[in-house]
């Protein structure tokens, strides 16, 4: 499983710093938007290309063009190359596939927009990055081709993307603004989840059930990290999460957590955003998740992103890891830890609630595609149920983003030997969606939240640390 376990999560340290300005720069040429449901409304102020699609569809219609796609080196790229001969025969379409790894990815997709050239029609990207790349009027709405039955097979049934997927993809540039509306920049194509998996064998050996609120886990990372090795399980530790100062340490099991126990990262006040990662309340949570990850963690915990954190609960090393459902689905197998793993919604809110941040692979259309229709064309293949479902039962898209494949009897046979999953699944999806609020300098602002995270870890106050972090990002999120 190497695909998978090189497939990277978050963006290069420079494609960070590029983005953070990229959103203030050039936010004058974002398209004016309206705030209509999905499946309904105005066009766009300036037309768009599918309207000019007439008759009736055809699969055929581009039979000999070819569509250049630019793509993450990761296990979604490889079902669809696996099952881009189906598209051609199909269409008659050919797909050049360019793919580059994550690490200098996103600065090819950077460079791509930025050109104007419509190098590429089509590529990959994260729901954040619409935040990012939306503004300055690089993506196409996809709603109008949606909505043109020239355009979109009738099998093609929008209503079966989980809804909280499909809003991950509208927003209307306003910074604070919720999701939705009638843009659609983006579809669904693979998702994570963030939710709690555990070495079954070791919670069975020392009498553990996994804990129901966050005080529970942390007594549980505790009991784990000093029994687990007297009990013949080696060095092990209790809980292993991302501690890099990246915005993806914020992102998975932080958020998570922090959004079950009802708190926020920004209010919208006079039209300007509040940070509210210094509420007393944030400032709790804040330091006990770091002592958690002092007593109960991994040393090294500043440098552990998605990678290590997960491959150490594959190698027998941490007990518990809270991070994306996927990352600990792929150390279910080939790894120490094999067949040895469950999965478990992990702690819920004061009030019983599951809210789950989540990270979404999707995809896009370049707006300076000249080639629109052909491009619109694949987009709708590859998110068709036909190859969802092809991708989900042989290939590596684990988490299903229609309804219809999550609920199929082959996805569930697929799932059914990990023990909890399914079950975890089915728990979460509803309350799964993302969970900060929408804004410019997304990167920039949960990077500098990492940054502090590692600071209170490493033993600076609480209060003093988030007050700064606060104070400094007011005006930058701002701008």
Not at 100 to 114: A, R
Not at 262 to 287: Q, W, Y
Not at 363 to 377: I, V
Request: net charge negative; with cysteine; hydrophobic share 40%.
């Amino acid at each position: 499983m190497n695909s998978e376990r090189s497939a990277r999560h978050g963006i290069g340290r420079r494609e960070l710093l590029r983005l953070a300005g990229l959103g203030t720069a050039l936010s004058a040429a974002a398209p004016l938007l309206s705030a209509c449901g999905f499946g309904g409304g105005p066009a766009d102020e300036g037309g768009s290309a599918a309207d000019d699609v007439t008759g009736a569809f055809d699969w055929k219609k581009h039979d000999g063009k070819t569509v250049k796609l630019l793509m993450n080196k990761h296990p979604y790229t490889d079902a669809l190359k696996a099952h881009q001969a189906e598209f051609t025969a199909k269409t008659g379409i050919t797909l050049q596939i360019d793919e580059f790894p994550e690490s200098n990815y996103f600065d090819k997709v950077t460079l791509e927009l930025q050109s104007g050239q419509g190098g590429y029609d089509a590529f990959m990207l994260g729901a954040y990055m619409v935040w990012q790349y939306g503004p300055p009027g690089y993506l196409e709405d996809l709603n109008p081709w949606i909505r043109n039955a020239s355009a979109t097979h009738a099998e093609f049934d929008p209503a079966d993307f989980y809804p909280n997927l499909l809003t991950a993809g509208q927003w209307d540039f306003t910074n604070g603004n919720p999701l939705g509306g009638d843009r659609q920049w983006m579809l669904p194509w693979g998702f994570e989840s963030n939710v709690v998996a555990y070495r079954k064998d070791v919670f069975d050996k020392l009498g553990l059930v996994p804990a129901e609120d966050f005080d529970g886990l942390i007594e549980l990372a505790k009991t784990i990290d000093s029994k687990a090795s007297s009990n013949g399980f080696g060095d092990m530790y209790g809980i292993a999460v991302r501690g890099s100062k990246e915005w993806a340490t914020i992102h998975p099991g932080f958020m998570t957590m922090y959004t079950r126990l009802g708190l926020k990262d920004f209010a919208v006040e006079n039209g300007r955003l509040k940070p509210l990662m210094n509420s007393p309340e944030a400032i709790a949570f804040t330091d006990k998740w770091a002592g958690m990850v002092r007593d109960s963690g991994p040393a090294g915990w500043t440098s552990y992103t998605w990678y290590q954190a997960s491959s150490d609960l594959g190698a027998g090393k941490a007990g518990m890891l809270f991070d994306a459902d996927i990352a600990s689905y792929f150390q279910n197998e080939n790894t120490a830890a094999a067949g040895k793993l469950a999965w478990h919604p992990g702690p819920k809110g004061p009030d019983g609630n599951l809210n789950t941040n989540l990270w979404i692979w999707s995809l896009a259309m370049n707006s300076a595609s000249k080639n629109k229709e052909a491009a619109w064309w694949f987009l709708q293949w590859a998110e068709s149920k036909e190859h969802l479902q092809y991708a989900a039962t042989q290939g590596q898209h684990i988490d299903a983003v229609r309804q219809s494949v999550a609920t199929s009897a082959e996805y569930k046979d697929r799932l059914a030997p990990n023990t909890g999953f399914l079950e975890t699944f089915e728990q979460v999806i509803d309350s799964t969606k993302i969970q900060f609020t929408p804004q410019k300098n997304f990167f920039d602002a949960t990077t500098s939240w990492a940054a502090a995270l590692q600071d209170v870890y490493g033993g600076a106050d609480a209060k003093a640390t988030l007050d700064e972090l606060a104070t400094s990002l007011e005006p930058r999120v701002n701008d």
